[in-house]
């Protein structure tokens, strides 16, 4: 029901050329939307159309989205209206149809009980995202989508080789049906050699959603050249994506003796992933792609959590729910910083207070949020994560984790106040100081709110969701 | 016979390893193409007719046809020189591909399982990996499109293997096909010949930190 009316919506905005329609219907969407998530959250643990279960970890998810969703949508709307002085009502109409149908796609990958429904949504996601970082019709927009493509094809092929040796290593155990629900039932039945192999691949395929080691570079890319409020969807829900079907496939191996081998291997890749995040964020000079980076961090974080096991899960899951609504201030922010200076890089930013103070404090506590100091969420689960690896004995790994992300915090310092407190370095002060646009403090109002709310949960979370994470933790054994 | 068909996909990856002309490259895209046709034929008799007939209509239309024909059409329209520009001298390359197909086939050999064709598997993942070296092999973008299409060649072979008792993983990986084909090949290579005008990978390399 839902996804039909998606599909309609964002056809007829493709069609459209009126504006007042388009945001009309866009406005329509986001209520659709909504009560999309408000009635999955009340028809909980609810088996929808055969293939979709609306079990607590993906109603979690999903009201993340939805909450996200609305300054996400507004800002898009600023930012075409505003900022993209190249929008016609044809580039228009297709941008929002596409930010809708990866909403809806995201959305439903984490709904689906079936690992091939879960790949097509997948499959979905990387068409529509690639349009939307495709907007701005450049030629690096184009080597970003291209990148993107080309990446995301390949991983998706390798998640079906999965899938492959998956149903491979369902013949021994005779069952045909490969939904998580069945595969978790019969997961002690399945040959262990195929299901290692095939959790290899499905977990290559799934880094590229994810962002860690092997084929993290595409949403790099991605997250640069896209448009910001897409970075902010691409930078969150997407990444929360691979990491809902991981957690599933982690899930239906954690019921095997194959667990450990799985735990090793998901650490090694996100203590490697972390390192890479590390060594690019303490030299990078743009200052999007540090945001992008930063995703990488929280992702090697969120994964090495759930490898570690025991109250490792139950943070990882906090961590990557907490993540969700403090990483998309970050990228919502940049659009008012680019309309300032013109440029990301962080030799033409600086004194960013003079400009937009409102902004600025958006961006000061963003930086508290990501850098997980202790009055910000991520302080908390982040927290968990460190005792869970402490009672796990990884000292070793928890020691390099812990001096990787000293240098993670001295990298994302230096560049946010170079571009707060210090006058830029190019030249002094903007050419034009009176031409500096003047930003509505109000715009940031969304940003505080996600803000507020991410420290309000993590301090004093409702039991309901401490309910739901413990449903979903429950699901690895 | 099946094994004939299967170990002819395996002689023209070496082909593939060595070849210089785009030219080449197509016609044993071609050529696998009505491979995977015949292989789809004889391997899978368990699964309903209109699917068999669907399966295989697939493979001749678009692996066989219609794919090599749009990269033709790319290459003339963007005028792409006609030689592949691989890094590695043709020997290294023929090496290297040998040594995949030997890898793969110790490894299938260490696997005890009896539901498992050995040649579908060796096929499938040396197919796989030749896929993945020409890629990283070949400067230009064609040849990486070329080389992803190898890819999935070798997936399609795979899917033969459990075609018989899942038909819908099947279906999957014709969708797979389908995706690629149009998304890729259709509309993306289009607009990159609108937007460059010379389609050399090293044009899209200025994104990095």
Redesign the interface.
Known sequence: MFLAATFAISTALVINKNRGVNYALVLLYQCLFLGFGVYQYFYINTIQHGVFKSDPLAVLMLLALCFISVPVLFHAYRYIDKDDSEATPHTRGVFFAALILLITACSMAYLSDHL?VT??FI?ITT?SASVLI?HH?S??A??????Y??IC??S??FI??G??FL??SL??AGV?D?SFTSLMKNAGKL?P??LKLSFLFIYTGLTAKLGLVPMYTAGI?AK??APGPVGAILASALMNVGFVSLYRVYAVISGTPSMSWAGTIMMIAAILSVFVATV?MT????IK?MFAYSGIEHMGIAVLALAAGGIGVYAAILHIFLHTLVKPVLFLQYNQIYRIYQSKSIYDLGNYFRYNRAGAIVILLGFISVAAMPPSALFVSEFMVFQSLFSGGHLLIMAVLLILLTFIIWGLGVNIFKLLFTPRISEGLLKEEINVPKINPWESLPQYVLIIASVYLAYNPPAKLVWMIQEAVKLIQ | MIDILLISMAITLLYMSIANRLQTYLSILVFQGFILFGASYLSLPDISTFNLLFIMLETIVFKAIAVPWIIRYIIKRNKITRIAEPYLSNFASLLIVTSIIVVTIVLSNS?Q?R??DRTFFVVALST?FTG?YL?VSRKK?IT?IIG?IV??NG?FV??L??GN??P??LN??I??DI??SI??LGV?FN??GD??KDPDVN??Q??K?
Do not use: C, P
Request: glycine share 2%; hydrophobic share 60%; net charge negative.
């Open positions: 091939a790949w097509i499959e068409l495709y019709r030629i690096r184009l080597e970003g989508t291209w990148k493509v080309f094809a390949i998706i092929t079906y080789v899938i492959l149903s491979l013949k021994e045909q490969i040959d050699f195929w890319d640069d050249k690019y030299r990078i000079k743009n792609r | 696997i399982d539901n498992l796989l993945l890629i973008i990486h992803y890819i999935e997936v795979l899917s293997a459990v008792e899942m819908l993983l999957l990986g969708m797979l995706f690629a998304f890729i993306f607009k990159i937007v460059l044009v899209l200025n994104l930190d």
